[in-house]
């Protein structure tokens, strides 16, 4: 079965730098879209990244573009979420999601998230 | 692209039918997605392409429309179906979620 494992958060300080993983398992890897998704405490979800199946398509949110950078190593079966210049506003649990296969991307099967507070 | 979802929330009994709508600022064709969340656990992906249900899903979750107005359905509620449901577009980047209508008994 699909299996999404998010590692990675924690307490981080303005301005500073947090790498998120997603241990994936169940499925092919390589063949698959994988996103991040998060939620603010007490809020909705927000879209945040999508990284196309080989890996050389990535899509952001505004809120993070310029700042978050998705990748994924397909011999570790593994996606990355690389955060840097961190807000207050980024406090969120970050679930990763494996997409379908296709053109066309949505969240599929999720993770349980990793949660990442931003605090001074 | 925002999306609109009303109402924000819902009251409901046990057996009852409800309907969410959200609509897309702009033309999405079909590229709709709905979600289920219960406090504390990650969502769960319900439908896609607007009114296919994901694997496992039951019938009595529905979903129509098209263009910028689309529907999701529940019949027969059951305790377990109280929860937050999310829509989200997929058709043009940056995907984006509507705020989300929580279903209350």
């Known amino acids: 079965q699909v299996q999404l494992v998010e590692s990675g958060g924690g307490v981080v300080q303005p301005g500073r730098s947090l790498r998120l993983s997603c241990a994936a398992s169940g499925f092919t890897f390589h063949h698959y879209a994988m996103h991040w998704v998060r939620q603010a405490p007490g809020k909705g979800l927000e879209w945040v990244s999508v990284?196309?199946?080989?890996?050389?398509?990535?899509y952001y949110a505004d809120s993070v573009k310029g700042r978050f950078t998705i990748s994924r190593d397909d011999s570790k079966s593994t996606l990355f979420l690389q955060m840097n210049s961190l807000r207050d506003d980024d406090t969120a649990i970050y679930y990763c999601?494996?997409?379908?296969?296709?053109?066309?991307?949505?969240?599929?099967?999720w993770g349980q998230g990793t949660l990442v507070t931003v605090s001074s | 692209i925002q999306m609109t979802q009303s109402p924000s929330s819902l009251s409901a009994s046990v057996g009852d039918s409800v309907t969410i709508t959200c609509r897309a600022s702009?033309?999405?064709?079909?590229?709709l997605a709905w979600f289920q969340q219960t406090p504390g656990k990650a969502p769960k992906s319900l439908i896609y392409d607007t009114s296919n249900l994901q694997s496992g899903v039951p019938s009595k979750f529905s979903g129509s429309g098209s263009g910028t107005t689309f529907t999701l359905t529940i019949s027969s509620l059951q305790p377990e179906d109280f929860a937050t449901y999310y829509c989200?577009?997929?058709?043009?980047?940056?995907?984006?979620f509507g705020h989300g209508t929580r279903l209350e008994i």
């Open positions: 999601a494996r997409g379908p296969l296709g053109r066309y991307q949505f969240p599929v099967y």
């Open positions: 990284i196309s199946y080989d890996g050389n398509d990535k």
């Open positions: 702009q033309d999405i064709d079909y590229y």
């Open positions: 989200q577009q997929y058709d043009t980047y940056p995907h984006t």
